[in-house]
């Protein structure tokens, strides 16, 4: 006589790593994912190209004091503007996306705790941004000096400050999908969470423009879109932060974000 003995395997363990591993695949597995990247590598890089391409084309400006305070770094780094609206869709996608098909229910039932969750998707993000980013960045820098060369108005990776605007832009457009990924975590809906980053990176500078007299400049250099851009320009305008100063500030507000997403993870049902 033969017994064989069933049961169930024992359950794994979860550990952070693991809670990684699977938001990573979740990422890799999402159609939206790839657009959103792909999107913000056409913006960087083309218009890395274009507007040096233009800005040769047409070189020299009439104006002296355009001649004067020309900046090849940024023109070939045009493309940030618009790339981080594809960076910031994607931000929040990642956490807004799992709440409104209702999978994110089956991800804290996986992750009772759910702060490995949200550390997890900040963790995925950043590193798949930054290896994605980063690339970009220099080759449209790349190419776009090397339109510019052809005027005599090219710079070089070891000029003062170049490297770190370069590297500086992939670090802002970072921490841009971190700052959505936060809110997504609060707001728990795509539109409203979408609406609420965009206003913040780009409708909120237009209104501070109207302030009336030097208010206008004394608050905006602490808004959160102009603190993180001072890191990707050589020159930034005199009253602008300076570039790791409004670097840090932008990872203030990202952190300020964060540390309450985290909190009501904690406290809600789901």
């Not at 999107?39 to 040096?52: E, H, S, T």
């Not at 999978?103 to 490995?116: D, E, K, S």
């Not at 952190?255 to 993870?265: C, N, Q």
Request: a positive charge; one cysteine or more; charged letters at 10%.
């Amino acid at each position: 006589m033969t017994a064989t003995v069933t049961g169930s395997a024992p359950a794994q363990k979860v550990t952070q790593a693991r809670v990684i591993h699977s938001e990573w695949t979740k990422l890799r597995s999402l159609r939206s994912s790839l657009f959103s990247l792909l999107v913000a590598v056409v913006f960087i890089i083309g218009f890395g190209i274009l507007l040096p391409a233009v800005i040769a084309a047409n070189w020299p400006p009439r104006n002296p004091a355009d001649r004067a305070g020309f900046d090849p770094t940024s023109a070939s780094l045009a493309g940030v503007f618009l790339a981080q609206l594809a960076i910031g869709v994607l931000g929040v996608l990642f956490i807004t996306g799992e709440y409104a098909t209702g999978m994110i229910r089956a991800t804290f039932a996986a992750v009772p705790r759910r702060l490995p969750v949200l550390w997890a998707k900040a963790v995925v993000f950043a590193v798949v941004s930054l290896v994605v980013t980063v690339p970009a960045t220099l080759i449209a820098f790349l190419i776009g000096q090397s339109l510019l060369s052809s005027k005599g108005i090219a710079t070089d990776l070891a000029a003062p400050g170049v490297l770190r605007a370069v590297l500086g832009t992939a670090l802002y457009l970072t921490l841009v999908g971190l700052l959505g990924l936060g809110l997504g975590a609060l707001l728990r809906n795509t539109a409203a969470t979408l609406s609420t980053l965009f206003g913040v990176l780009l409708v909120l500078p237009v209104i501070v423009l109207f302030l009336p007299g030097g208010w206008s400049r004394t608050v905006g250099r602490y808004l959160p879109s102009n603190a993180g851009q001072a890191l990707t320009t050589v020159r930034p305008d005199p009253h602008a932060l300076a570039p790791w100063t409004g670097f840090g500030l932008l990872c203030l507000y990202t952190a300020v974000v964060l540390v309450p997403a985290a909190f009501a993870l904690r406290r809600r049902d789901s």
